[in-house]
């Protein structure tokens, strides 16, 4: 006994819809997640290095705390404009803001859910 639908059976042609749609989520994800996933890696570096500015180097100068800064990410290939450096009387407060932009690129054009453009990632910590 057969338990497969036939070509022509109704259930032969929704099985296929369920496996088209399962791929397009599938790759919906995945796309989101080549374009999200390196900025995500950086913001976790950042918190690393504004953990590491407020407790290893909260007696140093702050040209000193600058200038390891610039070299930790100039190494990672960092942005600069995502971490914010202030002096407090304790040592240093760090802010990280990452923004990711949430978008389906389709060939030359970008699809985007409005009121949902981008994550905003935030983390501040001070000595």
Known sequence: ???????????AGNFLLK???????????????????????????????????????AKLPIEEVRRRIDYEMHRSRLSRDDLTLTRTPKGYRVEVDVRIPIMLPLGDRE????????????????S
């Open 19 to 57: 496996v088209i749609i399962i791929f397009a989520v599938i790759g919906l994800g995945m796309s989101v997640a080549t374009n999200a996933g390196p900025k995500m890696y950086d913001y976790f570096l950042l918190r690393d290095l504004a953990n590491r500015v407020t407790g290893e180097y």
């Open 1 to 11: 006994m057969n338990t497969r639908p036939d070509i022509g059976h109704p259930e």
């Open 111 to 126: 699809f985007r859910i409005p009121g949902h453009e981008e994550l905003i990632l935030t983390y501040r910590t001070d």
